[in-house]
């Protein structure tokens, strides 16, 4: 039988429109190559304008579901996404502990594109004093980083990033959609300082899902066995590929196109 390709394991919530949460990692691990697995940590209402509600999944079968599959299937990677609840980003924080060599791609997702609080304040303590010290790569934007670090509105982001890593956390890769001028900086850093840094040409109109795309495509290339800053980049091709291919199918944001590959041409 042919050999199994790499398989990811994404913690998130439900997005119905398929443009981010859990759906966004499925197509995003498998337009790579990879094997997703997934656990669904809460139910949500929402098209590509915004999130209505959110419905946290019990958090006993949080973990019913990741260590069900984790005990048939060799996990590559751990992708986190909206955990849904402060005692399931408890649950999943024990999860990892139990698997300390697998790599984590940790996407805070704080609120929704328009702004929807995704992620209350016992949660959010949570991802800092328990998820943090287990992640390989954390990617905020730049809003959810000053948030985490608990920093100001206007802070030093090569300082938030700072703060994050001496919170235990390997890498941040801090993205600049949230920044001005006409080319998006998205910057890598460890407790050291800065790794590496990429610009890419900002494109137009917003997008549902693009942060999801970045995390889920790092875990895939985690996955395959890249080094961090190496599958940082390829990371951010395919999510820059994925929107500048993005389509309008509904009233409210841009959904990235992730199977842009095999639709070029047609």
Known sequence: ??????????????????GAGLQADLLTLASLGCHPLSVLTGLT??????VEGLRAIESAWVGRQARRVIEDMPVAAFKLGVLGSARNAEVIAGILAEHPRIPVVLDPVLASGRGDTLADA????????????????????????RQLALAAPDAD?????????????????????HESGSRVTNTLYDLSGVVREDRWPRLPGEYHGSGCTLAS?????????????EAAQAAQAYTWKTLEAGFLPGRGQRLPDRFFASRAGR
């Open 1 to 18: 039988m042919p050999s199994s390709p790499p398989v990811v394991l994404a913690f998130a919530a439900s997005d119905p429109t398929g």
């Open 122 to 145: 016992e949660t959010m303590e949570i991802l800092r004093s328990a998820l943090l010290p287990r992640t390989t790569v954390l990617t905020p934007n730049s809003v959810e980083a």
């Open 157 to 177: 982001l090569p300082e938030c990033a700072r703060e994050l890593a001496k919170l235990g956390c390997k890498h941040v890769l801090v993205t600049g959609t």
């Open 217 to 229: 495509a790092l875990a895939a290339m985690l996955a395959k066995g890249l080094d961090v800053p």
């Open 45 to 50: 209402v929402q098209d590509t304008r915004g």
